[in-house]
């Protein structure tokens, strides 16, 4: 499985962003899929996961009620739609695939295969 992350910019406090996340291989439509977040000089943290078939998803505390994760297996791509960003949200954020597990995952360590992050900057 290759992933190739996009979206990433530059935004105002309270602007919105949707991240995509496109994979290649056939395993993607039964894979749990994460994505992931890493801030200048703090290790990366879980964002939100989504199952395989996009009937289970679980957030982080600081991003639940302001982030959506979905998937569309048709097209092999995973999204992150991100509302209400704050300077806080700044990081690069990375798509990850468990291809192991079909359900939600948040440890980093039970995905496989992960993308080449996009940068997401919130300006205050």
């Known amino acids: 499985v290759q992933l190739q992350a996009s979206g990433g910019g530059l935004v105002q406090a309270g602007g919105s962003l949707r991240l995509s996340c496109a994979a290649s291989?056939?395993?993607?439509?039964?894979?749990?899929m994460g994505w992931f977040r890493q801030a200048p000089g703090k290790e990366r943290e879980f964002v939100a996961t989504?199952?395989?078939?996009?009937?289970?998803?679980y957030y982080a505390d600081s991003v639940k009620g302001r982030f959506t994760i979905s998937r569309d297996n048709a097209k092999n791509t995973v999204y992150l739609q991100m509302n209400s960003l704050k300077p806080e949200d700044t990081a690069v954020y990375y798509c990850?695939?468990?291809?192991?597990?079909?359900?939600?995952?948040?440890?980093?360590?039970?995905?496989?295969?992960w993308g080449q992050g996009t940068q997401v900057t919130v300006s205050s």
């Open positions: 291989g056939r395993t993607f439509s039964t894979s749990a």
């Open positions: 990850a695939a468990d291809i192991d597990r079909s359900g939600v995952v948040t440890s980093q360590s039970r995905y496989d295969y």
């Open positions: 989504i199952s395989w078939n996009g009937d289970r998803t």
